[in-house]
């Protein structure tokens, strides 16, 4: 329960969580950055690090984790952006990309004319299972 959105320039990510129907009462970083990659997830958070760490140690596939629960991770490594949804086999996406609950307000927003952040931001403010504060970063062109 998330919302994630890219623009090009700027990964923005929610940092709530969310249990069961129940908002969680501490936040979790959900965009990471590691050796000048950056990693940005929705989904069932344990899961989700489990493949970040696994791509950290190189991604191979003769190593991939066994994973069961929902997962979407955005790997951004030389300018470019890798997505793992329920896979460990990636595929390249284009911005604008969004993911999570709220990934259609985003997306309208960044249609719109927000940045990233700000899309996510207007997420929040709708989607149930998004909450404030946004983390981002900027994306470099690799």
């Not at 994630?4 to 923005?12: M, S, Y």
């Not at 329920?86 to 307000?105: A, F, I, N, R």
């Not at 309208?108 to 996510?120: D, F, P, Q, T």
Request: glycine share 10%; with cysteine; net charge negative.
């Amino acid at each position: 329960m998330t919302t994630v959105a890219w623009d090009g320039k700027i990964i923005a990510a929610d940092s709530q969580t969310v249990e069961d129907n129940l908002r969680g009462l501490h936040h979790e970083t959900k965009i990471l950055k590691h050796e000048g990659n950056i990693y940005a997830f929705a989904g069932t958070v344990v899961t989700c690090y489990e493949v970040i760490e696994w791509l950290k140690k190189g991604g191979k596939k003769s190593k991939a984790p066994d994973v069961v629960d929902s997962f979407s991770v955005m790997h951004f490594k030389d300018g470019k952006c890798w997505l793992y949804c329920e896979s460990t086999t990636p595929h390249q996406v284009l911005p604008p990309y969004t993911m999570g609950t709220g990934k259609e307000l985003a997306l309208g927003a960044i249609l719109a004319g927000s940045n990233a952040r700000k899309a996510v931001e207007i997420a929040c403010d709708v989607d149930i299972n998004s909450g404030l504060p946004v983390l981002w970063y900027e994306v470099n062109d690799g």
